[in-house]
């Protein structure tokens, strides 16, 4: 019996954690959608412009999570709008644990090639720092409760990936960054 009620007890803890806290804020100005079939499980979040008093700025608030997610996979924004975004880091692990950043590649960086280098730029906050000509803009890394917010220009249209490049974390916490004209 004494097995039973231990296997109980893990398998509640891991529901637990597994499901997260899918909490949306409710203060958030950008609209979300959700895009594909929603019966398969198949969906994927998409952050859209805010209707923001200034039409030229979209502002966009991304989560990252203590199970390895960030809450949006998608994003778009116009050409030459300004682009304020901010990370929430929504768990409450440590940064040295479980640490998150939002970094948006120029065209045509291979993600994992990247992600390789940042593992090796721990000194940097895993930003590596021989890498500027291939990174648009990038958050500071956030720990457990934190958030940071950035400000840049949406260079000009096409489609370009934002990861987390927290070693390990870039294989699972990206998504594509869409500039429309």
Known sequence: MKVLHKFVLIFAAVALVACGDKKKDENSQEEEFTIGDTQSGNTSKTAESSDSSDENVVEITIEGNDQMRFNKDEIKVKAGQTVRITLKHVGSMAKEVMGHNWVLLTQGTEVSAFGQKAVRAKENDYIPEDSSDEIIAHTKMLGGGESDTIEFEAPEAGTYNFLCS??????????KFIVEE
């Open 166 to 175: 927290f070693p390990g974390h870039y294989s699972v916490m990206k998504g």
